[in-house]
Nanobody, 115 residues
Framework: QVQLVESGGGLVQAGGSLRLSCAASGSISSVNVMGWYRQAPGKQRDPVAT???????TYADSVKGRFAISRDNAKNTVYLQMSSLKPEDTAVYYC?????????WGQGTQVTVSS
């Protein structure tokens, strides 16, 4: 089992920045993918950004150039630096940890961007 603890959400004005963090603990393999997903009210949960243990990154087109994902393998922690935030970025953001074909999810953290 893997446990995920997220932090860093909140309320910010459009154009502002926020940084999300997610620390993983438990039975962690050296081969895994960490990432962030988000879910707005009435919508499905969509991927935002992912990063492998080697540092290979993917981003949703809607956040490219504004968000940056990084990780600290020694701390089993993933970060999401969000800049130039827009009202449409408002959602619950979920940390994801994937290994051995299993997805683990954090409890979610609310990000609200006011116009």
């Amino acid at each position: 089992q893997v446990q995920l603890v997220e932090s860093g959400g909140g309320l910010v004005q459009a154009g502002g920045s926020l940084r999300l963090s997610c620390a993983a603990s438990g039975s962690i393999s050296s081969v895994n993918v960490m990432g962030w997903y988000r879910q707005a009210p009435g919508k499905q949960r969509d991927p935002v950004a992912t990063i492998t243990q080697y540092g290979t990154r993917t981003y949703a087109d809607s956040v490219k150039g504004r968000f940056a994902i990084s990780r600290d393998n020694a701390k089993n922690t993933v970060y999401l630096q969000m800049s130039s935030l827009k009202p449409e970025d408002t959602a619950v953001y979920y940390c994801n940890f994937y290994q051995y074909g299993v997805n683990y999810w954090g409890q979610g953290t609310q990000v609200t961007v006011s116009s």
